[in-house]
Nanobody
Framework: QVQLVESGGGLVQPGGSLRLSCVAS????????MGWYRQAPGKQRELVAS???????NFADSVKGRFTISRDNAKNTVYLQMNSLKPEDTAVYYC???????????????WGQGTQVTVSS
């Protein structure tokens, strides 16, 4: 079983910054990709940013130029640096890991419990 522990959410004023962290633990054979999704009230969950094991990144258009995703492979950790935050960034942010738990098992998606990010003045 792969467990994801998220941290870093909170309340911030518009224009402020937050950094989210997600640590993957448990039985992990290989992590293929890590990313962040978010779900705002009344909205569908959407991809915010992702990064593959090779370092290829992908961002939602709404956060390009403001958010940065990075990873520490040695620590099985992914970060989301969020700058110039806007009220519309308010959402529950979920860590996602695409990983194989052991050699003979194929990869699948794992999800964190979610961390609240609120951008308000």
């Amino acid at each position: 079983q792969v467990q994801l522990v998220e941290s870093g959410g909170g309340l911030v004023q518009p224009g402020g910054s937050l950094r989210l962290s997600c640590v993957a633990s448990g039985t992990i054979f290989r992590i293929y990709a890590m990313g962040w999704y978010r779900q705002a009230p009344g909205k569908q969950r959407e991809l915010v940013a992702s990064i593959t094991s090779g370092g290829v990144t992908n961002f939602a258009d709404s956060v390009k130029g403001r958010f940065t995703i990075s990873r520490d492979n040695a620590k099985n950790t992914v970060y989301l640096q969020m700058n110039s935050l806007k009220p519309e960034d308010t959402a529950v942010y979920y860590c996602n890991v695409y990983a194989a738990p052991e050699m003979l098992r194929g990869p699948r998606d794992y999800w964190g419990q979610g961390t609240q990010v609120t951008v308000s003045s």
